[in-house]
């Protein structure tokens, strides 16, 4: 069982938006503004898509966008395209100042209808 | 281009040893914190084992603290990750990661481990 709770799948039409939710606790997503979101293709490495909850990494598409309220982060892909098509996993820094620690979620399955 | 290239899977029995190398190219190793994240056959991604830049404090997740131990050879620019008492469940793809700002910015292709009898 994942630390981070996600939906196991959603799915959108072309051109629709989605949103990927990311469910934590005050130990984890709550308490630090350290969540991170990777898009993961069949048979490659992760890429990293949002990093500190809602910063994208430069080259990364201004269609995917983060946010986080409380224990919940959030991914949004608008505009969604068959090349998003993918699995999306949340992380989240768990560790204090002087022990560092990071949990998943369990990953999403993206499907382009 | 920054580049992370892992190497050493294979195939082990349960209770042997392995050793993994992550080689790094493209900016200055020794100025990252690096970590090594792995992935069971179809299953989700899962943290292992973190280092500082200068690889005096490192951290392992629980399911392999004591069995596994992270270093790096800054002078190499290379991770390491040594797997001591292999069990059945540590199967997995196995990759190192660049860290920046508590995430990882460049992954490595992977390198796949089987620990199976």
């Known amino acids: 069982q994942s630390a981070l709770t996600q939906p196991a799948s959603v799915s959108g039409s072309p051109g629709q938006s989605i949103t990927i939710s990311c469910t934590g606790t005050?130990?984890?997503?709550?308490?630090?503004?350290?969540v991170s979101w990777y898009q993961q293709h069949p048979g490659k490495a992760p890429k990293l898509m949002i990093y500190?909850?809602?910063k994208r990494p430069s080259g990364v598409s201004r269609r995917f966008s983060g946010s986080k309220s409380g224990n919940t982060a959030s991914l949004t892909i608008s505009g969604l395209q068959a090349e998003d098509e993918a699995d999306y996993y949340c992380c989240s820094y768990a560790g204090t100042t002087t022990v560092l620690k990071w949990v998943f979620g369990g990953g999403t399955r993206l499907t382009v209808l | 281009d920054e580049q992370l290239l892992e190497s050493g899977g294979g195939l082990v029995q349960p209770g042997g040893s392995l050793r993994l190398s992550c080689e790094a190219s493209g900016f200055t190793f020794s100025r990252y914190a690096m970590t090594w994240v792995r992935q069971a056959p179809g299953k989700g991604l899962e943290w292992v084992s973190s280092t500082v830049d200068l690889g005096d404090r490192t951290f392992h997740a629980n399911s392999v603290k004591g069995r596994f131990t992270i270093s790096r050879d800054n002078s190499k620019s290379t991770l390491y990750l040594q797997m001591n008492s292999l069990r059945v469940e540590d199967t997995a793809v196995y990759y190192c990661?660049?860290?920046?700002?508590?995430?990882?910015?460049?992954w490595g292709q992977g390198t796949t481990v089987t620990v199976s009898s």
């Open positions: 990661a660049k860290e920046v700002s508590s995430s990882w910015s460049v």
């Open positions: 005050s130990s984890d997503v709550g308490s630090h503004g350290l």
């Open positions: 500190e909850a809602s």
